[in-house]
């Protein structure tokens, strides 16, 4: 009996180890994400619309500093903003009841998920000649808001307070979207 008894424990352990999610070499997570080493990595966050307007997916976005809550976004009004937030990975809703704080919005349509970090794709309003030029946000220039253009070190000769948000993996004209970049803000 003692040794159907020490067996049967043996295999329960045995079994919860299995299914423990016990990491093996190459199947670890990376920075609490889960997946490969081998898949891309990326972090999200969620964020709040505290404006009238809508803003697309693909568009990198700013922190609100009028909100000055750190949840709310909106869209570039200068090229070269410090406050860059990450690339929206779906469309932000517009607020539905102006003037709501972050806190009275809770649970309404106006939050999306932002990319802070990882491979990811953005709309651009400059032309981008090189692969590996780093990525800013750009002021709207009469096309759509929330286009990202490469970062000019004129506005600022350090990239922490001049808004570089990453790089761009390829290149591509101005007015492209789909464009793949770097997120390199978390």
Request: glycine residues 12%.
């Amino acid at each position: 009996m003692n040794k159907k008894l020490f067996l049967f424990i043996a295999v329960l352990l045995m079994g919860g180890l299995a299914f423990s999610g016990l990491a093996f070499a190459g199947s670890t997570e990376i920075f609490g994400q889960g997946g490969y080493p081998s898949e891309p990595h990326k972090i999200y966050r969620l964020v709040h619309n505290p404006n009238a307007t809508a803003i697309s997916a693909e568009s990198i976005v700013i922190w609100d500093l009028t909100a000055d809550n750190g949840v709310s976004v909106t869209t570039a009004t200068v090229s070269g903003d410090s406050a860059v937030a990450g690339i929206l990975a779906e469309t932000l809703p517009a607020q539905a009841t102006a003037a709501n704080t972050a806190a009275q919005d809770i649970g309404k349509a106006n939050w999306a998920l932002m990319q802070t970090y990882g491979l990811a794709q953005v709309y651009v309003d400059i032309a981008v000649g090189l692969e590996g030029s780093a990525m800013g946000a750009s002021a709207p220039t009469g096309g759509r808001v929330g286009e990202a253009s490469p970062y000019a070190e004129m506005y600022n000769p350090h990239p922490r307070y001049s808004g570089m948000a990453g790089f761009f993996y390829d290149t591509a004209d101005a007015g492209d979207d789909d464009v793949e970049c770097f997120l390199t803000l978390d």
